[in-house]
């Protein structure tokens, strides 16, 4: 394959199951925060996401840190969120990350600001991410840019967007997940996946409408560290699904050894997803917590 075609997109194009996981950029310039991380995650997965601005909080721009893991033999996935651009700067920034050797992008809306550290901050959304992907994909397909403009070597990216099998209606989860891939996107990366039979059944839905041929999916997993955590993410996070049995395995065990439990539970969801037609891969979201992927991947068999 040519130089132009990111590594994982060669990964998952061979059928094997794909390591991915994420990687925040830090509240400041420090570099050294970003060349930490990649030393956690160097050899233990295929490529790793870069937040932009995640919680709508200021950090150190994707594309920078993305850089700088490239830098450690790294692949980076930049994801680029519409809030805080408009259509002029995401095409700007899509056409400067390919330039400095960025293969992957993951389209998202982003977090609206009013969660984040600055709520008066005004917001963008000239686009929204359906048409991000859009845009990505006729840049990298047509040569031109939203004005129809020829691009001088257009960005070849692999395009990624986020899924979430569990918010409501669930019926029309299906539907937007074929939106998004009549839109361009070639992977999909999803939710944290703590319900496993409402992912099973998402997938069968999927399935059924012909998607999982047209898309690479990597289930998305979290390891929760305390009870108190599983809690806090099944009634104040929206579009999250945590079983009652959950919470009260993790409820069981004694408060020392919740995170071990909270790996445990990891590795059984990622042994399980690996099981289920049509999944292509896993998404490991263990932010700030990058030292326990080596543990994870390793459980799971995923790595040597």
């Known amino acids: 394959m040519s130089q132009s075609i990111s590594k994982l997109h060669q990964i998952l194009s061979t059928g094997e199951f794909a390591v991915t996981s994420e ?4 509240r400041g310039a420090n570099k050294n925060v970003i060349l930490k991380k990649a030393e956690l995650l160097k050899g233990k997965v295929h490529a790793v996401n870069v937040t932009d601005n995640q919680t709508a909080i200021v950090r150190m721009s994707s594309i920078s840190a993305c850089i700088h893991l490239l830098n450690t033999g790294l692949e980076p996935v930049m994801q680029m969120v519409v809030r805080d651009r408009n259509r002029i700067a995401l095409q ?53 840019d939203m004005s129809g403009f020829a691009l001088d070597d257009p960005p070849r990216m692999f395009i990624g967007a986020a899924a979430n099998p569990f918010a409501d209606p669930f019926d029309y989860r299906v539907i937007r997940l074929g939106k998004k891939i009549n839109a361009g996107a070639d992977f999909i990366q999803t939710q944290c996946i703590y319900n496993i039979d409402r992912f099973k059944a998402w997938m069968h839905m999927a399935q059924e409408e012909g998607l999982t041929e047209k898309v690479y999916i990597l289930g998305g997993v979290t390891p929760l560290k ?15 699904d945590v079983p009652d049995a959950l919470i009260q395995r993790m409820s069981s065990v004694p408060k020392e050894k919740a995170s071990e439990e909270g790996i445990n539970i990891c590795i059984e969801t990622i042994q399980q997803l690996r099981e289920i037609k049509g999944v292509h891969g896993v998404h490991i979201m263990a932010i700030e917590w990058e030292e326990k992927v080596a543990e994870i991947v390793r459980g799971a068999g995923l790595i040597k």
Not at 23 to 26: D, N, S, T
């Open 92 to 144: 700007s920034d899509i056409l400067g990350a390919y330039s400095h050797g960025i293969r992957n992008i993951l389209c998202l809306s982003g977090d609206h600001q009013t969660f984040g550290s600055q709520p008066d901050a005004l917001n963008v959304f000239d686009i929204d991410s359906m048409n991000l992907i859009r845009t990505v994909k006729d840049m990298r397909d047509e040569g031109k």
């Open 23 to 26: 990687c925040g950029p830090p």
């Open 226 to 240: 305390s009870a108190a955590m599983a809690k806090y993410m099944k009634n104040k996070v929206a579009g999250m």
